[in-house]
Protein backbone atom coordinates (compact mmCIF):
# COMPACT_ATOMS: atom_id res chain seq x y z
CA UNK A 1 0.00 0.00 0.00
CA UNK A 2 1.27 3.09 -0.85
CA UNK A 3 2.74 5.23 1.38
CA UNK A 4 1.70 2.95 4.30
CA UNK A 5 3.51 -0.32 3.85
CA UNK A 6 6.03 1.03 0.93
CA UNK A 7 6.35 3.23 -2.34
CA UNK A 8 5.28 2.97 -5.63
CA UNK A 9 6.31 4.10 -8.37
CA UNK A 10 5.74 4.56 -12.21
CA UNK A 11 7.09 1.63 -14.58
CA UNK A 12 9.96 3.32 -16.49
CA UNK A 13 9.90 6.44 -14.62
CA UNK A 14 13.37 7.29 -13.12
CA UNK A 15 11.62 10.66 -11.85
CA UNK A 16 8.88 8.76 -10.20
CA UNK A 17 11.61 6.55 -8.88
CA UNK A 18 13.71 9.37 -7.50
CA UNK A 19 10.67 11.51 -6.24
CA UNK A 20 10.27 8.36 -3.76
CA UNK A 21 13.38 7.73 -3.08
CA UNK A 22 13.99 11.51 -2.03
CA UNK A 23 10.67 10.98 0.02
CA UNK A 24 11.88 8.54 2.03
CA UNK A 25 15.62 9.90 2.45
CA UNK A 26 14.35 13.22 3.30
CA UNK A 27 11.27 12.59 5.62
CA UNK A 28 11.75 11.08 8.36
CA UNK A 29 8.44 10.61 9.86
CA UNK A 30 7.11 8.89 6.36
CA UNK A 31 10.03 6.39 6.49
CA UNK A 32 9.42 5.30 10.37
CA UNK A 33 5.94 4.95 9.39
CA UNK A 34 6.69 2.76 6.86
CA UNK A 35 8.57 0.37 8.23
CA UNK A 36 6.05 0.66 11.67
CA UNK A 37 3.50 -0.71 9.13
CA UNK A 38 5.61 -2.85 6.93
CA UNK A 39 6.44 -5.10 9.72
CA UNK A 40 3.33 -5.17 11.34
CA UNK A 41 1.61 -6.28 7.70
CA UNK A 42 4.22 -9.06 7.53
CA UNK A 43 3.77 -11.02 11.19
CA UNK A 44 0.06 -10.58 10.44
CA UNK A 45 0.00 -12.03 7.36
CA UNK A 46 3.00 -14.60 7.42
CA UNK A 47 2.59 -15.19 11.00
CA UNK A 48 3.36 -19.22 11.27
CA UNK A 49 -0.18 -19.43 13.00
CA UNK A 50 -1.70 -18.18 10.26
CA UNK A 51 0.19 -20.09 8.06
CA UNK A 52 -0.90 -23.16 9.70
CA UNK A 53 -4.51 -21.90 10.07
CA UNK A 54 -4.43 -21.86 6.00
CA UNK A 55 -2.46 -24.88 5.55
CA UNK A 56 -5.31 -26.60 8.01
CA UNK A 57 -7.85 -25.17 5.96
CA UNK A 58 -6.08 -26.53 2.59
CA UNK A 59 -6.41 -30.28 3.93
CA UNK A 60 -9.47 -30.08 5.10
CA UNK A 61 -10.99 -28.67 1.51
CA UNK A 62 -8.86 -31.50 0.06
CA UNK A 63 -10.89 -33.74 2.48
CA UNK A 64 -14.08 -32.55 1.35
CA UNK A 65 -13.44 -33.82 -2.61
Known sequence: RHRVTGMKFI???TNS?????????????LTSSLKINAKL???????????ARLTVDVYNKMLEI
Not at 17 to 29: C, S, Y
Open 17 to 29: LKENLINVLTDEE
Open 11 to 13: KDS
Open 41 to 51: DVQEKYSWDKV
